[in-house]
């Protein structure tokens, strides 16, 4: 889970580096529509056991 979250965000980095701001468009999605993969990471990275 954690390399693939790395993953993801060397993946966002690089696309970062075109004219088109892909990170805001993501998190406006995020907290407009509350998917449920983004609730399911959360509570993977914090889950206690």
Known sequence: ????CI???AILSVL????IPITPILL???V???PLWFYELVVKIY???
């Open 1 to 4: 889970m954690r390399i693939l």
């Open 7 to 9: 993953l993801a965000l």
């Open 16 to 19: 970062e580096i075109s004219p």
């Open 32 to 34: 407009l529509f509350r």
């Open 28 to 30: 406006i999605y995020v």
């Open 47 to 49: 889950n206690k056991n």
